[in-house]
């Protein structure tokens, strides 16, 4: 094991197109799709019969059946089947956690490479039967005898056949997460055109990623699905402006997030692929990026006076003071779109005066950013957002972006910072520098 | 893929007492077969320098060879005419060959070795020249006589090719890999490039693998003929590059990944695409053996309706592309080397012209054009570029076709059948052989014979 860690590199990625729910994907599993974009990436790797260091992937809606899904995706696709595989779950911060896995243990010299990322589906999201019901089936299936049995089926009601389905809302607030956003969003003034701003802007820039082939060697199409289908190339201001508010409509005229403004529920499955260099040039792979460093933050959202969804507003300052660089020392700003409120709030903070004083505990903010600078290729408001493949998505993107940027000021390699807020108040972020 | 049922139909019992004509089944080749499943007969007229050789071959293949035609079926039957030069040489043939092909068995093969005229009328006369071209109509003429599969077909060979120029080619004529190639005639000349696979230096090619260890890239690969093309290469120990638009990757990744290659999503018209596919060459292997230019599209109306769209399109995927990726590669200086060969795949429509294609044929007939001038330039290089020309093949597309024209295009050929992806892509694995250097510049038709443009 070599004494100073070394930096795990990031060599590609893969997923496949992000459909809106209930859609082309409806029939889909999350097996089914990470198996699928697993062996996508075998493909554009020449990874066939190889075997990796580790697979490590999650998804957030899942079924019991999906108790060891990544190890079973694994055995379903072309590697090697003696890749060991293991499963993550922080909810929209799954994709990347299980990047900062892999890369730890690559950069431990543990494993020599991996994959990492996740895969959710809103359209085969587990129906569970609910409580009374759950108690009764329970009861019936210790039934000694037939009597017993039927004794217990007679004493069924109608309100407990009544489903389960889940619910993308918070256990321990109730609220959906678009009203913990909507919150935050007025807390912070985030206006409905700065919002309806930031979604054009996202749309526009992943249909000309898609135009000018960046994403040839990112995407491969699935169940006939060449493209994202949540994008809307002629998206514009006007239109957007057009939509009724969803979220926070309590707040009546005050009320900003729309459909459009916030991400929809989606199907999809990605992956990047990590590696030593070492690895890397054994394969003769390429190099793309090496994952600098990372951090992890959480907030009480329950009892504190932080949002939902603000954690990386904390976890940023931290890994910046960390690694010696301030905010305004990157090529890239992959900051993920849960709703266009949260990454335009999460900037506001990072420019408050005070918010940098007394919650950050800082002298000064950490300022703003060059916004010509942020999600240059799109992001979740016009891919979609399949919870745990989000982070997969981003670290191949941002990889690819780094390492075409080559140098960023000054001659240093070119840099970007990744920022992905997550349900239960939990926020990840990362940087990425190119090779 | 469209089955042919009138060919099953035909091969039962009820079909043979009505007379209705046999299609006949085609033995196609399977990893392991040998050679030839019988004896072949190998004779020359007058001091042939080939015979020999190919005697040997045949035996080293495990092979009974005879030199007179007895009671026994003839797997293949294969005379060495590179000596003829008169209308006497002419009759030996004619006597060596009636008996011969009473008694070909199915799928045998008849091969012809001939010189080439012009050089023949240098040396030996206005007769030579014309015993020498008289090969050419005899062939063809053989080929559209003999029954149950069999096939014949002639090698033109140089005065100064040496005997072991024809050993792959006349491996793949004997062999079942050249089941659809038939009546067609291939020049043999000088070896371009070292015989010696660069791509096997380190470990000697096997017989079943003549490919191995060299990397190949399949355009329009993740269906159809390329597809084809894409395993019957890995099968012969080829490492693969499959390369189709992006819209196609999901089939792409399948292919790539069964035949443990990589997959690359790329159009090849992008304008950066010539540039890429070298990055990846590049990146990943430092060298190319094989270049399959098999993507191809048709855009199909009469000329009278045609509109600069679909004459652009076609012309774009079919040609210009082939013509950028070629110049680029040959530009690059260091990926092809001595012993990398370049097939392009072109139609036998681009050779007789097909109504409501006129796109789909000026492109067509412009690959043969372009493998015709760039053959002796590539060949300084020890490079080859050939073209393989199909007729009616059984895919996804002719299986679109109405009923009518897909049975006449079915039938107009001397197997009358039509042919499998598998047929070309034999024949452009064997072009794809370091040992393949004396093909050079050629067109070579994978159509049963077909009457069309012929
Ligand atoms: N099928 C026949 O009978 C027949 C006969 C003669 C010649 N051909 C030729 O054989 C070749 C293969 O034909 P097929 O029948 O398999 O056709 P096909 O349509 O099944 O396959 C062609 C493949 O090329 C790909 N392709 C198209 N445009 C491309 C581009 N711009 N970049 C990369 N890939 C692209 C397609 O996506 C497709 O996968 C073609 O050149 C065709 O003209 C076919």
Known sequence: MPSTPRRAAVIGGNRIPFARANGRYARASNLDMLTTTLDGLVARYGLAGERLGEVVAGAVLKHSRDFNLTREAVLGSRLAPSTPAYDVQQACGTGLEAAILVANKIALGQIESGVAGGVDTASDAPIAVNEDLRKVLVAINGARTVQQRVKLLAKLRPGQIVPDIPRNSEPRTGLSMGEHAAITAKEWGVSREAQDELAAVSHRNLAAAYERGFLDDLVTPYLGLTRDDNLRPDSSVEKLATLRPVFGTQFGDDATMTAGNSTPLTDGAALALLGSDEWAAAHKLPVLAHLVDAETAAVDYVHGRDGLLTAPVYAVPRLLERSGLTLQDFDFYEIHEAFASTVLATLKAWEDVEFAKDRLGLDAPLGSIDRSRLNVTGSSLAAGHPFAATGGRIVATLAKLVHEKGTGEGGRKARGLISICAAGGQGVVAILEAA | ?454
């Open chain 2, 1 to 454: 893929m469209s089955t042919d049922r009138f060919r099953d139909l035909s091969n039962t019992a009820l079909a043979g007492r009505l007379g209705v004509p046999r299609v006949p089944l085609l033995r196609r080749y399977e990893p392991g077969q040998p050679l030839l499943p019988g004896p072949a007969l190998v004779t020359s007229v007058g001091a042939g320098r080939f015979a020999k050789p190919i005697a040997a071959l045949v035996e080293e293949s495990g092979q009974q060879v005879l030199d007179a035609v007895g009671d026994q079926k003839l797997a293949a039957v294969v005379v060495d005419l590179t000596a003829a030069t008169t209308l006497d040489d002419l009759a030996a043939a004619r006597a060596i060959l009636t008996p011969a092909v009473r008694k070909l068995a199915p799928s045998g093969r008849l091969l012809l070795l001939g010189p080439e005229p012009a050089e023949a009328s240098a040396g030996a006369g206005v007769e030579a020249a014309a015993t020498a071209q008289a090969l050419d109509g005899l062939v063809r003429t053989i080929a559209k006589e003999l029954r149950a599969g069999a096939t014949a077909n002639l090698l033109v060979v140089a005065a100064q090719a040496p005997p072991a120029a024809v050993d792959s080619a006349v491996r793949f004529f004997l062999s079942a890999r050249s089941a659809y190639v038939d009546g067609q005639v291939v020049r043999i000349g000088v070896p371009v490039g070292s015989p010696q696979d660069p791509a096997a230096m380190d470990s000697p090619t096997l017989p079943e693998k003549p490919l191995s260890g060299r990397v190949a890239v399949v355009t329009g690969a993740a269906r159809g003929i390329g597809a084809a093309i894409a395993d019957t290469l890995a099968r012969d120990g080829a490492t693969l590059v499959v390369v189709d638009i992006p819209a196609a990757g999901e089939n792409l990744a399948k292919v790539a990944n069964r035949t443990g290659g990589t997959a690359l999503q790329l159009d090849i018209t992008a304008v950066d695409a010539p540039e890429r596919l070298i990055a990846h060459l590049t990146q990943r292997h430092g060298r190319l053996d094989l270049l399959v230019h098999n993507a191809g599209i048709t855009r199909d109306k009469l000329l009278a309706n045609m509109d600069p769209d679909r004459w652009k399109a076609v012309l774009d995927v079919n040609l210009r592309a082939q013509l950028r990726i070629t110049e680029a590669l040959l530009g690059e200086g260091t990926l092809l080397q001595d012993g990398s060969r370049i097939v392009c795949v072109s139609s036998q429509s681009g050779i007789g012209g097909n109504r409501g294609q006129a796109n789909y044929v000026a492109s067509k007939a412009g690959i043969i054009g372009m493998v015709r001038a760039l053959a002796p330039v590539v060949a300084e290089k020890g490079v080859t570029i050939n073209a393989v020309a199909p007729g009616f093949i059984e895919t996804e597309m002719t299986a679109k076709m109405p009923l009518g024209t897909r049975e006449a295009g079915r039938r107009v050929n001397s197997l009358r059948q039509g042919g499998l992806p598998v047929d070309v892509a034999e024949t452009i694995g064997w072009l794809g052989q370091a040992d393949s250097g004396g093909v050079n510049g050629q067109v070579v038709r994978v159509c049963g014979q077909s009457m069309l443009g012929a």
